[in-house]
């Protein structure tokens, strides 16, 4: 008997949670997107490795880990809703770095392409009146104005100082950890 009321529940529960198939498809692109972020970071990373700059390359780590995160959150949000999630194939291209202001201002043009993407599909949502994602998102752009207003500020401290110099790596070292 319970577990036909639970088999009924989660009918009933998955009728309530359907999705458009324009909000699917626009979650479907946010994951790619988290996809391709982590790439990209995990690649920032090596070169921060590379060229011994550790403070930036813990942060680009656990950026890269936000960005798996916040991947599998979305896929394991579109099949409890009965939607299909998309593994994306990862293809992003790497652009050459040859200064640490350099990668900063990589990093702060994929936080704003990210924020633009976002907002993109929050409206989506917003037009397919599918308001359950809207929380997630709303979550995840808060914390990557964060991450932006946090490199604008490290772009700001680091400008004046000379590109090869102690002065840097040391002030590498000291990159805040509420960054992410």
């Not at 699917?24 to 982590?38: D, P, Q, T």
């Not at 809207?134 to 401290?157: A, C, H, P, S, Y």
Request: aromatic share 12%.
């Amino acid at each position: 008997m319970l577990q036909i009321h639970f088999v009924i529940f989660c009918f009933q529960f998955s009728l309530f949670m359907r999705l458009q198939k324009s909000t699917v498809l626009s979650l479907n692109e946010f994951i790619a997107a988290e996809a391709h972020s982590r790439s990209a970071h995990l690649f920032f990373q090596n070169w921060c490795e590379t060229n011994g700059f550790t403070g930036m390359k813990t942060y680009c780590r656990q950026a890269a880990e936000q960005h798996w995160n916040f991947q599998n959150q979305m896929m394991n949000y579109l099949q409890e809703c009965g939607q299909v999630a998309e593994n994306p194939e990862v293809h992003p291209p790497h652009p050459a770095i040859d200064s640490y202001e350099d990668l900063v201002n990589l990093l702060l043009d994929r936080s704003e392409q990210h924020l633009q993407q976002l907002n993109g599909i929050a409206k989506a949502c917003w037009n397919a009146q599918d308001y359950d994602p809207l929380n997630f998102l709303k979550t995840r752009m808060e914390r990557e104005v964060k991450i932006r207003k946090g490199l604008w500020d490290w772009k700001n401290q680091i400008q004046y100082l000379p590109a090869q110099s102690e002065g840097l790596l040391f002030f590498d070292q000291n990159i805040p950890a509420n960054m992410i």
